[in-house]
């Protein structure tokens, strides 16, 4: 790399870890890639960033970045250093360089960089033990071979388990996972390098190399998104297989999830937070911890015609805290919708680590970790039980109680909740509702963690303890982005972006430069004069000012359609509906007031069908008709139908985030309505019970329509009526936005089976109304308890006689049967409903790269 030039002049470059004397007339390049003479292990740094060479009467540093490179403050592509000069990369606070132009002196001591370099622990040292991949910084590359290792060290060979000559486990720095080669991959999206913290470097051996969490495996894997059997490497001497076990969250090759492929060389398989590369006869592995880029390249949403966000880009270094402000209507939310993948952009891609969001969502969604302005909680629950139900759902069955338990310990701790584990959440501060918000998210380790107004409704102590635990959090190893309204802790942030209205980039960079670019002494003078303005010309401006930097990615070319995405799923279905109802049973049994609601209720309304004058039981009068049975079991019946409707008419609306957030972690549908049901089955038939025993004591009828003793009759009748209404009641929370909306609904409801059970009005023989009782649970109730009664003989014409109420076991059994179809019609309704939320979601992220086919697509700059 270096040559001379004739120039006597001398050079000392300095980083924050070491400093290198550049020996008269030589040329060297300052990157972050093993190829680079001087290394800088920062994310911030391009794999080839600065060139330094001699020129006249100095040296010139020029950029040769994708990041740029900042000099006091402003951008600049080249500079002339004749003494001491101190460059920012990446960012205007990026990682310092400093450039020392020196006049020679005798024993000034120089080395040549490529002999300072060679032996970096930066590397993975290549079959060949010169220090890098391949033996010439890349997979494949041209470098010598070990002569021990047959076919070139690749696996498979004849030699069995010779590893890496001279390979060493570095520490905790930062290593460089190479892409597939273009020709291994001329069927996938472009790949930029991936970069991870290095963990350890595996030999194979001829056979099978199991991978899992439990410590009997060749490879173990201290993540609990691991299984404890997850994965197997078949290596034989053709080829090496990397096969999944039935591992609950699957392996990936590439990105692409696998159940079997064969491997090549620079391959790289993902399991859980682990990524191991092929590389000869080994396999180097690496973790993602979080600490890694993340930028977006000129993403734009429409809807409905209109353009929401035109075209952002921006780039974050690894733990970073990003701000996102603006004033309403800027499409913050959608640019959080947009980097999350929960609403993929219209054009444009994201990238974290080198790695296409989009492309690569099928394993990439398991680190991202999302918290909506609602509460992710029950607040009837312990913080420790709600993270409890979280945890189960969220790891694999074989992740072990004890385990759940220490990761939940872990996660309380460094958030500073473990003095509150036993608290009831609805008893918490609002800043520490929102941290275990935080908490449930961090369970499974997520890398990129986004909040959508963590601060809304705050006091100001409040805002600053929410801000200062996100500020923790990033500096803990993770890429941290909130939207928020709040602007009075934004200097605890690394970089704040000002939206304008329409999607438009007014600003990104350090929040101490935001309000001296906008010229204004606050925000709130800054939101009133981007509202004033066209949010067109703020982007124009900002782009067109030193502090734009682009991404290092460009989207010229279409990728491929993507497959269907697997499930998420943790648990079966059971598992889940296990789950589930406990969690149920605990949100109402820990709710105090709502469990005496519930107890009470049906005392109540059994009381209303007593004040009805009945002198008599149910049964037949002697020489008259009964003129209270009819009035009886109507008001029993409606009350009944009220008291189911009521239970669930707010079951899934109430807790309509935690059902949205819990899906894209692989919540069954099935799971969580048939939780909902087993849960109202229990309350109401209890309820149905108390109630119909105050209501119907010392005055039922005599005998029943199919066993002798008429009670069961009767209980079954009301039960049903109230099942079937309390469907009615779930089919209302599923469609309503609000629970505010379900009221009038579930008047409306009750009204209407007032009128359609027949016992007001009769509904025989009368288009459109006999037909709309038969969707009606009280009409089949009332027609049972009718068949029960005899209410054709015992009211003697006080009202219209009708055929479903003869006293034979045959329509009565018929009654009971056609509420329970009703009761299951509503239950289909309200699933689809549920799964039309369900599917909407999945092939938004099953479509991520196919809507994209006609826009475009990442392509690495290297690669361009």
């Known amino acids: 790399m270096a040559r001379d030039s004739g120039e006597t002049a001398t050079l000392r470059v ?126 494949g590359g041209s470098g010598a071979r070990d002569a021990h290792a047959p076919g070139g060290g690749k696996p498979g060979g004849s030699n069995p388990g010779v590893g890496i000559p001279g390979a060493r486990t570095p520490g905790s720095r930062k290593a460089m996972i190479e892409p597939p080669s273009a020709a291994e991959t001329k069927n996938a999206p472009g790949r930029a390098e991936i970069e991870y913290e290095r963990h350890n470097v595996h030999q194979l051996f001829y056979g099978t190399t199991s991978i899992g969490r439990s410590a009997d495996n060749d490879i173990t894997v201290a993540d609990l998104l691991v299984s404890r059997r997850h994965a197997e490497l078949h290596v034989g001497y053709a080829e090496i297989e990397i096969v999944d076990v039935g591992s609950a969250n699957g392996t990936f090759l590439n990105g692409r999830r696998v159940t079997q492929e064969s491997l090549k060389e620079s391959d790289v398989v993902a399991v859980g937070h682990h990524l191991f590369q092929l590389r000869g006869n080994t396999l180097v592995e690496a973790v993602d911890k979080g600490d890694a880029t993340f930028e977006a390249q000129g993403l734009s949403v429409s809807v409905g ?31 959080l919708g947009a980097i999350t993948g929960f609403r993929p952009a219209d054009t444009g891609c994201v990238r974290y680590a080198g790695r ?51 990761r939940i310990d872990e996660v309380l701790a460094e958030l500073g909740l473990t003095a509150h584990a036993n608290t009831q959440v609805s008893r918490l501060s609002g800043g520490q509702r929102k941290r275990t918000s935080v908490a449930m998210e961090l369970l499974t380790r997520p890398s990129l963690l986004y909040l959508d107004e963590p601060t809304s409704g705050l006091d100001a102590g409040l805002d600053k303890s929410v801000m200062m635990s996100l500020r923790k959090l990033a500096d803990g190893g993770r890429t941290v982005a909130v939207v928020t309204h709040s602007v009075a802790h934004l200097d605890s942030c690394d970089y704040v972006m000002v939206l304008a209205p329409g999607g438009h980039v007014a600003y990104f960079g350090p929040p101490r430069g935001a309000l001296p670019y906008f010229g204004k002494p606050d925000f709130s003078d800054v939101f009133l004069e981007l509202e004033a303005t066209s949010g067109e010309d703020a982007g124009a401006r900002f782009r067109a000012s030193n502090l734009y930097v682009a991404a290092s990615v460009t989207a010229p070319s279409a990728r491929p359609a993507p497959a269907e995405l697997a499930s998420l799923r943790q648990q079966s279905v059971f598992a889940q509906l296990s789950t589930l109802f406990r969690r149920a049973l605990s949100v109402t049994t820990s709710d105090r007031s709502y469990l005496r609601l519930i107890i009470a209720f049906p005392v109540l309304l059994g009381l209303v069908p007593r004040g009805v004058r009945a002198r008599h039981d149910l049964g ?217 939320t369900e599917t909407r979601l999945l092939r938004r992220a099953a479509r991520r790269s196919g809507r994209l086919r006609r826009n475009h697509c990442c392509i690495p700059r290297q690669q361009r």
């Open 14 to 139: 300095s980083t924050q870890s070491n400093e290198t004397r550049v020996r008269a007339g030589r040329t060297c390049v300052v990157g972050r890639g093993p190829e680079s003479d001087i290394v800088m292990a920062d994310v911030q740094v391009s794999r080839s960033h600065l060139v330094i060479e001699p020129a006249r009467n100095g040296w010139s540093v020029r950029d040769v970045s994708s990041n740029g490179t900042w000099v006091n403050g402003e951008k600049v592509a080249t500079r002339t250093v004749r003494g001491r000069t101190s460059f920012r990369l990446g960012t205007p606070t990026g990682p310092e360089l400093v450039v020392d132009a020196q006049a020679p002196s005798a024993g000034t001591p120089t080395a040549e960089l490529a002999t300072l370099l060679h032996d970096s622990p930066e590397r993975v040292p290549g079959p060949g033990g010169s220090g890098r991949p391949g033996g010439s910084g890349r997979p």
């Open 305 to 335: 015609g209109k353009q929401l966000m035109h075209d952002v880009s921006f780039r974050l270094p690894a733990r970073s805290l990003l701000a996102v402000i603006g004033p309403s209507g800027a499409g913050k939310s959608t640019l």
């Open 356 to 406: 296409d969001v989009y492309a690569e969502y099928d394993e990439l969604r398991r680190r991202i970790g999302y918290v909506p302005q609602e509460d992710l909680l029950h607040s009837a629950l312990t913080v420790r039980r709600a993270l409890e139900y979280g945890a189960e759902l969220r790891f694999p069955p074989d992740v072990s109680a004890d385990e759940r338990r220490t």
């Open 620 to 836: 037949v009068v002697p020489g008259q008709s009964n003129l209270d049975a009819p009035t009886v079991l109507l008001v029993l019946v409606v009350c009944a139908c009220l008291m189911g409707a009521a239970n669930a008419v707010h079951e899934i609306v109430k807790e309509r985030a935690i059902y949205r957030r819990e899906q894209t972690i692989g919540l069954s549908t099935t799971a969580y309505l048939s939780s909902k049901i087993a849960i109202l089955a229990l309350i109401t038939g209890v309820q149905s019970v108390i109630l119909t025993l105050i209501a119907l004591l010392g005055r039922a009828p005599a005998h029943g329509a199919v066993i002798d003793s008429p009670w069961p009759e009767v209980l079954l009748a009301v039960a049903v009526a109230a099942l079937g209404s309390a469907m009615l009641g779930l089919v209302i929370s599923a469609l309503v936005d609000k629970a505010e909306k379900a009221m009038p609904l579930l008047v409306l409801i009750t009204m209407a089976q007032l009128v359609l059970c027949g016992g007001m009005v009769p509904v025989i023989g009368r288009p459109g109304l006999e037909q709309a009782s038969w969707l009606a649970p009280a009409r089949w109730g009332f027609a049972a308890l009718a068949s029960t009664t005899d209410l054709n003989v015992v009211s003697r014409n006080v009202v219209d006689g009708d055929s479903r109420w003869n006293h034979v076991a045959a329509t009565y059994l018929g009654n009971l049967m056609f509420g329970l179809v009703v009761a299951a019609g509503a239950v289909a309704l309200c699933a689809y409903i549920l799964r039309r």
